[in-house]
């Protein structure tokens, strides 16, 4: 289990280590209620396209210690 957070926010989720994203990358699914990603990312708007900002932001990555 890992805590995943941002300046938003911080979720617990269970990791699965991959070498499919590239190195340095975290991908977590936000269609699903367990893993509410969007908790982490930014709703400001694009100033051009008008699209929220909810698919990439900066985290820090620690254990959970059981």
């Not at 699965?16 to 367990?34: A, M, N, Q, T």
């Not at 051009?48 to 990555?61: D, F, H, N, R, T």
Request: glycine residues 4%.
């Amino acid at each position: 289990m890992l805590r995943v957070s941002s300046r938003r926010g911080s979720i617990k989720i269970k990791a699965r280590i991959s070498d499919r994203p590239l190195e340095g990358v975290v991908f977590i699914p936000f269609h699903y209620k367990e893993a509410a990603a969007n908790i982490l990312t930014n709703a400001a708007l694009d100033p051009i396209c008008k699209i929220p900002e909810l698919k990439v932001c900066a985290v820090k990555i620690e254990p959970i210690k059981k």
